[in-house]
């Protein structure tokens, strides 16, 4: 991918309720992969879920599912269940390249969880 | 041990000063990787290591900058003669080959602030 691209620079959400946090990527590759990572104020970077450009199905994790419309060029994320605990930071990522030795980060998105 | 591990935490430091900050990646990961995060971004790639072979630099990498990894294992980076556009997070990420679909391990960061 060339460019990331996440709209919302800051979302809330009720605790229990879903979300869901837009990313549009940009590139010429036919074959890709999409990531989404969680930042927390501590700053590490979690990783959470992971799609292919040829999977068939969208990706889901847990209380996290992919939303993912390969025609738009988007990856939305879905996080069902709101917890408090997911109040952070959140980045969509891909590969810079054709190979994974690079990413290419959004700008993010800040999540907050409102009890 | 199970994580990569940073050190240190936080740096403060004068303009012009030299700084280094190690990463521990996790022990079984021959591939690791510097970026860097300043505020309000995503994290921007910096460089990439395959074992003790620097094989990638990014353009932001100026020559006041320079990473190593001697030993395959863990990695320095190290900042010459800081500047205050220097101050940022400075994040490192490990992985393995083929893992790419898991995305990478990141370490919780070196906050570095040049005053």
């Known amino acids: 991918a060339q460019k990331i691209t996440q709209t919302q620079p800051g979302m809330f959400v009720q605790e229990k309720e879903a979300v869901t946090l837009d990313c549009t990527y940009d590139t010429s590759d036919q074959s890709y992969g999409l990531f989404w990572y969680k930042q927390p104020s501590s700053g590490e970077m979690i990783f959470l879920i992971y799609q292919g450009s040829y999977d068939e199905q969208n990706a889901t994790e847990g209380r996290y599912s992919l939303n993912f419309q390969k025609a738009r060029k988007s990856a939305n994320l879905v996080i069902s269940a709101s917890q408090l605990g997911d109040s952070a930071m959140y980045f969509c990522a891909a590969p810079l390249s054709g190979g994974y030795n690079k990413l290419i980060f959004g700008a993010g998105t800040r999540l907050a969880v409102h009890p | 041990d199970t994580g990569v591990s940073q050190d240190p935490r936080h740096k403060i430091t004068k303009r012009g000063q030299n700084v280094t900050f190690r990463c521990d990646p996790i022990?079984?990961?021959?591939?690791l990787y510097w970026y860097r995060q300043t505020l309000g971004q995503g994290p921007e790639f910096l460089t990439y290591?395959?074992?003790?072979?620097?094989?990638?630099k990014s353009r932001l990498l100026s020559d006041r900058f320079s990473a190593e990894r001697p030993k395959g294992s863990f990695s320095t980076l190290e900042i010459q003669r800081t500047e205050q556009g220097d101050s940022a997070m400075y994040l490192c990420?490990?992985?393995?080959?083929?893992?790419?679909?898991?995305?990478?391990?990141f370490g919780s960061g070196t906050r570095l602030t040049v005053v």
């Open positions: 022990s079984e990961h021959n591939r």
């Open positions: 990420a490990s992985s393995v080959p083929g893992q790419g679909d898991y995305g990478y391990t």
């Open positions: 290591f395959q074992n003790e072979a620097q094989l990638e």
